[in-house]
């Protein structure tokens, strides 16, 4: 038991254990919801506790525990309207690594290429899922535009701000955005909802405009704006126009 314990203690094995309990509390979830939640539940608090334990070596004290949050919740959300078994088994696989990447370089040095990357990874999944579950949860339980729109606009303002709190953001700088970046997150939602494509490509379109106004506010901040990126961007915006006129449903 001493053993197992000072394992967890090492900031390199217990990663990879925390992982496991994710997936396997996924797996859970799939086949027993209501249990599969408490599941979720104590592997957030367990993680929780492990990482107050080494809080001082956090490389993302000031949004470590949000980002776990958020993360898990939307992943959950995701997981319920997904009736395919491989795309879940897949899914399960997938975030047990971002889980075990995350945790992985949250305590321990961050190569400076890396710094603030994995956390951009994590919460773009996080909000591709998140807009994913409100997609479905409006269509098949009918709920009004407006309750959608207010949880769109809350999930897009964490992640931004839980995205720029990582990558050294001073508060200063971004706290007057937070207001923008409400609007601009309930304006997704409203357009990828009244959009005729699916579910998947009304997420893929609001993650894909959502984090690139992130980036962009960033770049401006960091006076690291070129002309490189903003070609990059370009395209990015063209090819999303062309993915909502291929896949559109028109009547």
């Not at 027993?32 to 539940?41: E, I, S």
């Not at 890396?114 to 339980?141: K, N």
């Not at 993650?207 to 962009?216: I, K, R, S, W």
Request: hydrophobic fraction near 60%; proline fraction near 4%.
């Amino acid at each position: 038991m001493s053993d197992q314990t000072e394992s967890l203690k090492n900031p390199k094995i217990a990663p990879i254990f925390f992982a496991l309990l994710w997936a396997g509390a996924l797996e859970w979830f799939r086949l027993q919801p209501q249990w599969g939640l408490v599941g979720v539940l104590v592997v957030f608090i367990i993680i929780s506790l492990w990482a107050f334990q080494h809080r001082q070596r956090l490389v993302s004290r000031r949004s470590f525990w949000l980002a776990i949050a958020v993360f898990m919740v939307t992943m959950v959300g995701m997981m319920s309207f997904l009736t395919n078994i491989i795309a879940q088994h897949v899914m399960t696989g997938g975030t047990a690594l971002v889980i075990w990447f995350y945790l992985q370089q949250a305590t321990n040095p961050t190569p400076e290429e890396l710094q603030g990357r994995v956390m951009t990874f994590m919460m773009t999944w996080a909000y591709w899922a998140g807009m994913l579950a409100l997609l479905s949860f409006g269509i098949f339980t009918v709920q009004p535009w407006w309750l959608l729109t207010i949880i769109g606009a809350m999930l897009y303002l964490m992640v931004a701000a839980i995205v720029w709190l990582d990558l050294q953001v001073p508060w200063e700088k971004f706290r007057r955005a937070l207001p923008w970046m409400a609007w601009l997150g309930a304006e997704l939602m409203l357009v990828v909802w009244w959009l005729p494509t699916s579910t998947y490509v009304g997420s893929i379109v609001a993650t894909a405009v959502g984090m690139l106004f992130v980036h962009l506010c960033r770049h401006v901040w960091f006076n690291s704006w070129s002309p490189g990126r903003g070609r990059r961007y370009i395209i990015m915006g063209l090819g999303i126009i062309a993915l909502v006129l291929i896949t559109a449903r028109w009547a």
